[in-house]
């Protein structure tokens, strides 16, 4: 592979690059990768359980969704996606170059030194700490743990066959803080739905990681795709049963609603779905659209929870 494409080419698993990514300077496009910029279905995922647990909120408390919260959580979920990402690759700046698919990333093909990845870390997160302090004093305590989760994920590969856990604990986390923005209080409905996403998350990156499953095992980096090897079908879809029953519960205890369980029986059919495509031997580009196919699994509960708040008021 050429190291030194031009950055205005897409990466394996990125979205194909658009007017605006072309738009940028030359000098600002290999930021804009380390941001995952070209790759939305990041922050998408990170994103949801934000909206999805404040909208069941506002359903749980007979109110309609709080539209400029909403759009602080998109900034939010922008900003610490690419601050993440950014602190990811920094960590992995070695393995990333001897995997297929990220040896051209930034960091490893020598387009952005470390020490500028550094500085774009802290400015990104500088960016979602502005953001979180727009929310009330419980949201932001509860918010500050995240980052040490999500911090912990690049060397979480190095010890444990378990980093989709890692990652889940982290990407979850906006189960609890949509609820605690919203109702600015914690119940069992977050916790259940922080479950959800936590099972959820694991499932979905297991098969991420199964585009990279023989370089890994070359690079001594582990993952729940090679745990599970042969019974990668039945561990995925249980974790996605799991997650479909917390997510159940949580409606319950949030007080029900046909919509809103309508909405978990749309994001039970999407993963069941997706469990019946799951092979061991998935080609990389089937397994990254699997992968992404999740955010439209999670936008299905979402609307389910933001109608259900609507419908709420009338009640």
Request: hydrophobic share 55%; glycine share 8%; proline share 5%.
């Amino acid at each position: 592979m050429n190291l030194s494409r031009d950055a205005s080419e897409p990466l394996p698993d990125a979205a194909p690059v658009g007017h605006l990514f072309r738009l940028l300077p030359p000098v600002a496009r290999p930021f804009a990768q380390l941001a995952r910029l070209d790759r939305p279905i990041g922050w998408q995922l990170l994103l949801l359980p934000c909206w999805q647990s404040s909208a069941l909120a506002a359903a749980a408390l007979h109110e309609a969704p709080d539209l400029r919260q909403l759009v602080l959580f998109f900034l939010g979920a922008v900003s610490m996606r690419g601050a993440g990402s950014t602190f990811n690759d920094y960590i992995d700046r070695d393995i990333d170059a001897k995997v297929e698919r990220t040896r051209a990333r930034p960091l490893p093909s020598g387009r952005v030194t470390s020490r500028a990845a550094l500085l774009f870390f802290v400015a990104q997160s500088l960016v979602g700490l502005a953001v979180l302090l727009s929310f009330n004093w419980l949201t932001v305590g509860v918010a500050l743990i995240s980052p040490l989760i999500y911090l912990a994920y690049p060397f979480a590969k190095r010890l444990t066959s378990w980093p989709q856990a890692v990652l889940g604990l982290a990407f979850a986390y906006g189960a609890l803080v949509g609820w605690t923005a919203r109702a600015d209080s914690l119940a069992p409905p977050a916790f259940l739905l922080y479950g959800a996403a936590i099972c959820w998350t694991i499932g979905y990156d297991t098969v991420y990681a199964l585009q990279d499953i023989r370089d890994d095992a070359r690079a001594g980096v582990r993952s729940t795709a090679r745990l599970f090897g042969a019974r990668v079908r039945p561990a995925v879809g249980a974790l996605y049963a799991a997650a479909t029953t917390c997510a159940a519960l949580a409606v319950f205890e949030a007080g029900g609603g046909i919509y809103a369980y309508a909405g978990v029986l749309g994001f039970a059919a999407h993963l069941a779905w997706q469990t019946r495509q799951i092979k061991v031997d998935l080609a990389a580009q089937e397994a990254l659209g699997l992968f992404r196919a999740n955010r439209d699994a999670g936008l299905l509960l979402f609307a389910g929870f933001l109608a259900q708040s609507l419908a709420s008021l009338h009640s």
